[in-house]
């Protein structure tokens, strides 16, 4: 979109590489988000469809696809599509998520010109029945109401926008973990480069309220990620503190629900004795930003 033969359009309207990841087992849900993208004005949209395990048909003309031949899980999925797509930024939409406001790209884009010390941005997520919003979907340990903005230090993944520069520079999504905390690594390595993820709490996403506990590996999956997150991104002397604040945690949430603590505690042993690949782990900088943030990374 530069050098000479670059239209006064291009220069001046953000472009965007959209990544839809579905499994294909929702074809109204991802409809409808397909539909919320296409409808966004005042930006440049490149957009493909990731199918984890299936071969996406029957989409718009204007929607790339990309075929995995199996479920390589959440993080590998939208990692694949984003060498499919240019753009300034990037924009991760789950199929089950869609955008309300046509002027939301826009919008949020404006957000991270007008800062740029804000690297990564996710929006307030509200269910579009009315249903009353869990308290999990504000990424924050003080809650606050849902409206207000704040610095946070995890994301909830289904909708994230970042400048391709700042996705490329973190490394991308935690491919080993499959499913689950993917959003906690990305916002961290947000922080090492200096910069800071931001909850939008004026910027809104659409989503059903759905129990996370519906995925059959929920608590295995949930606790092997929080020690591989330690594990790979923590100063040694922190890994400990982390993943050992988390059991106290899990212990206490789930002591009278035995077969969940046996699950969960399974996946904690999985997390010390499986390899959680590349370590990267903060700058004590970092650290102490984070911690002079509002959270330092020990729980």
């Known amino acids: 979109m530069s050098g000479p033969d670059a239209s006064p359009v291009s220069r001046t309207v953000p472009t965007v590489g959209v990544v839809l990841l579905t499994q294909g087992t929702r074809p109204d849900d991802l409809t409808r988000g397909i539909r919320s993208i296409l409808a966004q004005k005042g930006v440049l949209l490149d957009v493909v469809c990731v199918g984890n395990g299936w071969q996406p048909t029957g989409l718009p003309a204007e929607v790339k696809t990309l075929g995995l031949p199996e479920n390589l899980g959440i993080p590998a999925g939208r990692n694949r599509g984003v060498s499919q797509v240019s753009g300034q930024y990037l924009f991760f939409l789950d199929d089950d998520a869609s955008i309300p406001d046509p002027n939301f790209l826009r919008d949020a884009i404006a957000v991270l010109v007008a800062d740029p010390t804000i690297g990564l941005l996710q929006p307030r997520v509200v269910d579009p029945t009315g249903i009353e919003s869990p308290r999990r979907w504000i990424p924050r340990i003080r809650k606050g109401e849902a409206t207000q903005s704040s610095n946070v230090f995890s994301v909830w993944e289904g909708a994230v926008l970042l400048p391709r520069a700042v996705f490329d520079a973190t490394g991308g999504w935690a491919e080993p973990f499959f499913y689950a905390h993917e959003g906690i690594e990305l916002a961290w390595r947000v922080w090492d480069l200096g910069l800071r993820a931001w909850y939008a709490g004026e910027l809104e ?44 945690i899990q212990l206490l949430r789930w002591a009278r629900t035995p077969s969940a603590l046996r699950a969960w505690l399974a996946g904690f042993r999985e997390g010390w004795t499986t390899d959680p690949g590349e370590r990267r782990p903060l700058k004590l900088r970092t650290v102490w930003r984070m911690t002079r943030a509002g959270r330092p990374p020990v729980v």
Not at 227 to 245: E, H, I, K, M, T
């Open 205 to 248: 996403a659409n989503h059903p309220v759905i129990q996370p506990t519906r995925h059959a590996d929920y608590y295995r999956l949930n606790a092997r990620n929080r020690v591989w997150l330690a594990r790979r991104n923590l100063p040694a002397l922190l890994v400990p503190v982390y993943a050992g604040s988390w059991l106290l």
